[in-house]
Structure formats: structure tokens, C-alpha cells
């Protein structure tokens, strides 16, 4: 059976990783939190400091990881598979 979130899904529409951790998935919601703004940030500016040419690859990648990552969150935050 499936059960709606409805306001863990919004706190995770204004920022990542919230939703899980009000739904009592604390671990979860934090490495979510991590990844989305700490991680990928810190990668790109990594690569920055490289090379230039990389920084623009890593930079559009990035981005794509970064709305997918936000989607997933969304719709993991709206919904959770209750076991048992």
C-alpha cells in the first residue's frame, strides 16, 4: 500500500532532502542534503580550478544531475512504500 505525502513533498520542493527527514527518514534526507549542495558544488568548483574546458562539461552535467536529483527527492518525498 502507498501512502501521500503531501507536506514532506512540499518542504522538499523548497529544499532537498527536508521532506524525507520530516517523514522520519533522517539518514536519508541528509545525504540528500549533502549531495545536492554540498557535493556537486564542490565538484564543479573542483574542476574549475583544473582546467576550463572540463569545468564546462562538469558544469552542464552537473546542472542535469542537480534537477535530477530534485525530482527523485520530489517523488520520494510524496511517496513511501509501507513494508509489512
Keep these: 500500500m502507498k501512502k501521500r505525502y503531501f507536506w514532506?513533498?512540499?518542504?522538499?520542493?523548497f529544499?532537498?532532502?527536508?521532506?524525507?527527514?520530516?517523514?522520519g527518514e533522517g539518514t536519508k534526507g541528509l545525504l540528500l542534503i549533502l549531495a545536492y549542495y554540498f557535493a556537486i558544488p564542490g565538484l564543479i568548483y573542483l574542476t574549475l580550478m583544473v582546467n576550463a574546458y572540463?569545468?564546462?562539461?562538469?558544469?552542464?552535467?552537473?546542472?542535469?544531475?542537480?534537477?535530477?536529483?530534485?525530482?527523485?527527492?520530489l517523488f520520494d518525498a510524496w511517496t513511501h512504500e509501507i513494508v509489512g
Design 15 to 23: 529544499v532537498v532532502g527536508l521532506g524525507q527527514v520530516a517523514k
Design 8 to 13: 514532506p513533498a512540499l518542504a522538499s520542493f
Design 54 to 73: 572540463l569545468f564546462l562539461t562538469t558544469l552542464g552535467i552537473g546542472i542535469i544531475a542537480g534537477i535530477v536529483l530534485w525530482f527523485n527527492n
